[in-house]
């Protein structure tokens, strides 16, 4: 599904001062038996493999103290390892605080699709695991292939365009500038046959400018989203077309493997949030036998095609919008925008339905205000995302719906810039330290943020999507009865989908006879991955355990209490097992 999926950096961000880690080498273990109707031969155990395999990390200060960085090369096609193409994955590690004492490495992935781990580990994420499992493991992530600092990575609009595009008007303007008097009744001409374009070239950009429905009923509405969709998947197509193939989550869970053989481990230890699931859902049915233990936490169910997807995460939004109505009183106080539910979801709907006719108004220096304001899916999404982390957003959420409503969005408008800020503040390749030891190391400038492009490019690859535009009218209905707005806004999202390079994978039940107990952790409310959603996948994991959170938000390890902490800490350091129906 096309709405970001994924999992916030932790909020500490100071960086706990570690001891230096042992350099370890690689160490591929034994053959995986073959367990399954899908389950192939050892990779390690194939030539035009082994040099992957057999790789050495090498461990060098991040720019951010405390920390160590490394790169992972993988093949781009496993299908044809041997051809030369290759990604370059970012690495980082917090070594164990106590390390007379170190099990191994313990991998984890922060969410997305398109959240770079290692960006997320230097910027804190490490205090996010409990203090029993920071002692014992030296906790790893990488930026998967294609995301943040990969080489190469994706995008779909490249920062250079604009740039070309204005050396190219100057260079224009200049041989204007030179052209003889002679040519000027010729250059009139031209000028007229230019407005001529010109004008039917603003009509154009003043059709796919308007105002974007949250249900589009119409065929105009229809017709102008399919339209815009298909531009998307284009752009993302020239700028990026050689790797779209090979980004998807079946080929990332093999480069996790290849990153255990590298970090020296016979086992995986691994952690996934969000998306995270997904990764480690593939990588247990492709190595069974290489888990030792793994958590996932808010689970992504591999079962649903594309329209049980939205409907299933656009029921989950709809619910949290529902419980912020009811309880911000106990959250955020005097600043809910309303003495009662009825009066929050009043205007929630209010300001949707304001925003379809006309943006919001927006100070001159938002990020909105080069579009003439927030229309109606920024301010969809605006409030959808502040349903992550209840306890520090809602606050701010509630103020900016307020001043909204009393003709003012700058603030919602602001809400996500704010969380990007303090990416592009304290994540890979923006701080002056790591901009210069990478040129001392030659390495490439990692691109600007990507996330974007990676959530739809995996999204899109992962799930088969139908390529005739019928199905995804056919599913506004269902959505709009299911979750209102956020169903059919999520049904529009996936429209990009139609347009994109189809991947292998299908919607199917886990296959992973051999694996270890996995302990899958759902929130009750959970507003990207519903509860239910765990509770599917704890079932069909063999051995699967659940345990439920009982709160708000997304994901509950590292924000859902001692309880939590305890628990999955436990099962981590001594696969202690959690019991059915346990709760915290």
């Not at 247990?284 to 995460?313: N, T």
């Amino acid at each position: 599904m096309n709405r970001a999926v994924r999992r916030r950096p932790a909020l500490a961000t100071t960086a706990l001062a570690l001891l230096c880690a042992l350099s370890l080498t690689a160490c591929t273990g034994g053959p995986v038996p073959a367990t399954g109707k899908a389950r192939a031969a050892d990779p390690a155990s194939r030539p035009d493999l082994k040099a992957f395999y057999g790789q050495r990390l090498h461990w060098t200060d991040c720019a951010t103290d405390g920390y160590e960085c490394a790169r992972l090369t993988v093949p781009r096609d496993y299908a044809r390892p041997g051809n030369g193409r290759t990604f370059v994955l970012p690495v980082a590690r917090a070594a164990a605080t106590g390390p007379a004492r170190r099990i191994g490495s313990l991998v984890y992935n922060p969410g997305g699709p398109g959240a770079g781990g290692a960006g997320s580990l230097e910027e804190g994420m490490d205090e996010s695991f409990g203090a029993a499992v920071r002692a014992r493991f030296d906790i790893v992530s990488f930026d998967p292939r294609g995301v943040g600092g990969s080489v190469p990575a994706l995008t779909c609009e490249p920062a250079e365009a604009e740039a070309e595009a204005e050396g190219a008007e100057a260079e224009g303007a200049e041989a204007e500038g030179a052209e003889a008097e002679g040519a000027e009744a010729e250059g009139a001409e031209a000028e007229g046959a230019e407005a001529e374009g010109a004008e039917a070239e603003e009509t154009s950009e003043e059709a796919s400018d308007a105002v974007a429905p949250l249900y589009p009923r119409t065929e105009a509405d229809r017709s102008a989203a399919a339209s815009g969709a298909r531009t998307a998947a284009e752009d993302c197509e020239e700028h990026s077309g050689p790797i779209l193939r090979h980004v998807g989550t079946e080929d990332a869970a093999r480069d996790l493997d290849v990153l255990r053989a590298a970090l020296g481990e016979r086992e995986l230890t691994y952690l996934g949030w969000s998306y995270g699931t997904s990764l480690g859902t593939s990588y247990a049915e492709q190595f069974p036998r290489r888990v030792r233990a793994m958590v996932l936490d808010g689970a992504i169910d591999p079962s649903l095609d594309w329209r049980q997807r939205v409907i299933s995460q656009s029921a989950g939004f709809r619910r949290s919008v529902d419980d912020y109505a009811e309880q911000c009183a106990e959250i955020a106080g005097d600043s809910c925008p309303g003495v009662s539910p009825q009066e929050i979801r009043a205007l929630i709907e209010r300001l949707y339905q304001r925003a379809e006719r006309e943006p919001l108004p927006v100070a001159e220096d938002s990020t909105y205000a080069e579009y003439g304001g927030m229309d109606a899916t920024a301010v969809l999404d605006a409030v959808s995302m502040a349903m992550y982390t209840p306890e520090d957003q809602w606050e701010s959420l509630s103020e900016a719906l307020r001043e909204a409503d009393q003709g003012d969005a700058t603030k919602l408008g602001a809400l996500d810039d704010a969380e990007e800020t303090e990416e592009e503040t304290e994540g890979p390749g923006t701080a002056e330290e790591e901009q210069k030891e990478q040129e001392e190391d030659e390495a490439p400038e990692p691109p600007a943020d990507n996330s974007g492009a990676a959530l739809t490019a995996v999204n899109c690859l992962d799930v088969p999507h139908p390529r005739s535009l019928r199905p995804y009218w056919d599913a506004l209905a269902p959505a709009d009865r299911a979750a209102g707005v956020y169903g059919t806004a999520g049904v529009t999202a996936e429209l990009t989908c139609r347009d994109w390079p189809s991947g292998g994978r299908s919607p199917h039940r886990v296959d992973a006879e051999g694996v270890p107990p996995v302990l899958v952790v759902g929130t009750t409310g959970d507003p990207a991955t519903p509860y239910e959603e765990s509770v599917s996948l704890a079932e069909q994991f063999p051995q699967g355990m659940l345990l439920t959170y009982e709160g708000l938000g997304h994901t509950a390890y590292g924000r859902g209490g001692a309880c939590v902490t305890a628990k999955v800490d436990a099962y981590l350091v001594k696969r202690e097992r959690v019991r059915p129906g346990a709760t915290c």
